[in-house]
């Protein structure tokens, strides 16, 4: 079975320094990843994915995460966070189906990242 | 990509009452998704609605507590039935949509049972 941690619950980073969200996976083949970002409120948004090629990805909102198959990681990070980043944060992983509109994505338990000024 | 409309977006609800949400789609999908994500916790899929076929649920989901509808490629509802303060949760509409994989939530109806 396939399943996501999260080892961070929460995360507190100054408003302008560096940030890196930790995801580890369980998959017994090639998985999709995703980063999935929810503010207050609100539903969830793609942030970004990685299904193949280059393990460097980049998303939306300055963000990009690096798929490591060794690790068994898709980290995601961000060289400067602002206000507005502050949200929960969900890994997830998904099916490699043949037929797209099978997957079904696994969630991480979230992270909840607060900025501070 | 999708728009996905949830109705309603919130609601109080009576111990033992139903409440059926609705989930509307601007395009037309094949797999339409619900998710769970009870206060504090991630999100759990609960049953994956095909147009013109049951639902299927995940394990610790049944169609009595939870049925769905389907009746048409843009459109489905979820009836939380018999409800107890364990189901206060937000419940989440999903689309798949294009070639990309990327899976598309509505903005989710917020359920609180007294």
């Known amino acids: 079975a396939q399943s996501v941690t999260q080892p961070d619950i929460h995360i507190t980073v100054s408003e302008g320094a560096s940030l890196e969200l930790r995801c580890n996976y369980s998959?017994?083949?090639?998985?999709?990843l995703f980063w999935y970002v929810q503010s207050p409120g609100q539903g969830l948004q793609l942030l970004l994915k990685?299904?193949?090629?280059?393990?460097l990805v980049q998303g939306i909102k300055g963000f990009e995460a690096e798929f490591k198959r060794s690790q068994s990681s898709f980290n995601l990070r961000k060289p400067s966070v602002h206000w507005s980043d502050a949200a929960e944060y969900f890994c997830a992983v998904g099916a490699l189906a043949a037929n797209f509109g099978n997957e079904k994505l696994t969630f991480g338990t979230g992270t909840r990242l607060t900025i501070i000024p | 990509s999708a728009v996905i409309s949830q109705k309603p977006s919130r609601d109080i609800c009576q111990r033992g009452t139903s409440l059926t949400i609705q989930c509307q789609v601007d395009?037309?999908?094949?797999?339409m998704f619900w998710y769970r994500q009870q206060p504090g916790q991630s999100l759990t899929l609960i049953a994956t609605?095909?147009?013109?076929?049951?639902?299927?649920?995940e394990s610790g989901f049944v169609i009595d507590k939870f049925p769905i509808s389907r009746p048409n490629l843009t459109f489905s509802t979820l009836t939380v039935s018999n409800m107890s303060p364990e189901d206060s949760s937000i419940y989440l509409c999903?689309?798949?949509?294009?070639?990309?994989?990327?899976?598309?939530f509505g903005e989710g109806s917020r359920l609180t049972v007294l």
């Open positions: 999903s689309v798949v949509t294009g070639t990309t994989g990327e899976l598309f």
């Open positions: 990685y299904f193949s090629g280059d393990t």
């Open positions: 998959y017994g083949a090639t998985p999709y």
């Open positions: 609605a095909n147009q013109g076929s049951e639902a299927t649920y």
């Open positions: 395009s037309q999908v094949t797999m």
